[in-house]
């Protein structure tokens, strides 16, 4: 279920999904077919996580990222589940040929 609300979403963000749920600034960006099926993986990260340890794993390689990159964009675009939303956005096919617990294979240590 997406829902437009511009005061929940981090400065300099456009969306943010909790699961069922994805928040975006504007309404304008439901019809972003790309960030929609971003945010459409991390629903499923969340779930085959059963959401709360997914923002556990999250916040824990956010400060992993943190004390190695001493840049919050650096720690942010090298956690597991962003690498694997950011690599797949654009294949709309994705969702559908995903393996479960897929972004285990994004856990590796790769800068962008």
């Known amino acids: 279920m997406i829902i437009i609300f511009k005061h929940f979403i981090p400065k300099g963000f456009i969306g943010l999904t909790i699961y069922p749920f994805v928040f975006l600034q504007e309404k304008k960006w439901t019809t972003n077919k790309v960030l929609i099926n971003h945010e459409r993986i991390h629903l499923k990260q969340q779930l ?18 943190l004390f190695i990159y001493k840049n919050k964009y650096l720690a942010y675009k090298n956690i597991s589940f962003e690498r694997e939303a950011y690599q797949n ?20 240590n790769n800068d962008f």
Do not use: A, C, D, T
């Open 48 to 65: 085959e996580l059963l959401i709360v340890p997914f923002f556990i794993i999250y916040f824990l390689e956010f400060l992993y990222g």
């Open 89 to 108: 956005e654009s294949n709309m096919q994705y969702l559908k040929e995903r393996s479960f617990w897929n972004f285990l294979k994004y856990l590796r």
